[in-house]
Each structure stands twice: as C-alpha cells, then as structure tokens.
C-alpha cells in the first residue's frame, strides 16, 4: 500500500498519460500485481493504491475521510487468509524408494528394434513413452509432497 502520486493513470482502462505512469503500469503488469482500490480519493484521481499478487486476498477496501487537516485519504482494508493451510495434492515420484534394477530390466526385456522397426520420429517416441510409464509405475511409489516444501514445484 502507498501513495503513488501518478494522477494520470486510468485504472478502468489501464493506460497512462506520462512516461512515468506508463512504466509503473508495466511494472505493475510484469509483476501480477492486482490494484484493488475502485473509488478516487482526491480530487477524481487514485492516488493511494493497494497492490496485491493474488485475487482475494484483500478485501473490504474503505475510503475512510481525510487524516486530519491532510488532504491524504485513510484506506482501510481486510487481509483475507484461509482459516486452516489447504494440504497439497502434488504428487512427486519417490526416486530414493525406487526399484531401479527392475526398471533397467523391465526397458531391456522390450524388443526395440522390432517395437520402433518402421516407425516415423513421432509414433516411436509414443511407443518409448508407454513404455517407460508402465515401467514408471511399476518401479516408482509416489508420494504426495507435504510440508513447508508443498508448494515449491516438484
């Protein structure tokens, strides 16, 4: 939250009249940063601006009067939170667990000249992949991640 003193911008359509409004925006846009404020607060313009990277995550913004003898606006707003951390559903493959010998022998049992003979690029790389996810499955538990690692990508 701050006061951002760009009086030229239109948030409803996202443009900008001075350069430098026009890079706050792009910094705004390259960053995924929502603002969440609806209503002008001086003089028809959105000088304050609360910014956020997630959708829901502040709510019940208020303009609450002048601070004072200040022509500054108080914003009053609610940080949103869930009431309990939802668990993930990212499932990894356990690679320490795996049987590895077996899947080296369940990939040597197939033929691959005959399974691959004529074959174009495309339709023998379909093939490979069956192949290698069956034996995936077979040879490799999975796990759901847990943690304060969850929501790290696998």
Not at 74 to 99: N, P, Q, Y
Request: glycine fraction near 8%; proline fraction near 3%; include cysteine.
């Amino acid at each position: 939250m701050e006061d951002f003193n760009h009086p030229n911008i239109c948030w409803r359509d996202n443009t900008a009249g001075h350069k430098q409004s026009r890079r706050l925006l792009e910094c705004i846009d390259d960053n995924f940063f929502l603002q969440v404020i609806e209503e002008p607060m001086r003089r028809g313009a959105m000088l304050d601006l609360v910014l956020t990277n997630k959708e829901g995550l502040v709510g019940n913004v208020k303009l609450k009067g002048s601070l004072g003898c200040s022509d500054q606006e108080m914003v009053e707003f609610k940080i949103l939170r869930a009431a309990r951390r939802a668990h993930s559903k990212l499932i990894t493959l356990g690679f320490r667990r795996a049987d590895s010998g077996l899947f080296r022998d369940l990939l040597g049992r197939v033929p691959w000249d005959k399974a691959l003979e004529g074959r174009e690029a495309q339709e023998s790389w379909l093939i490979f992949k069956h192949h290698l996810l069956q034996a995936q499955e077979r040879c490799i538990p999975t796990r759901r991640k847990s943690g304060k690692n969850a929501w790290r990508p696998a």
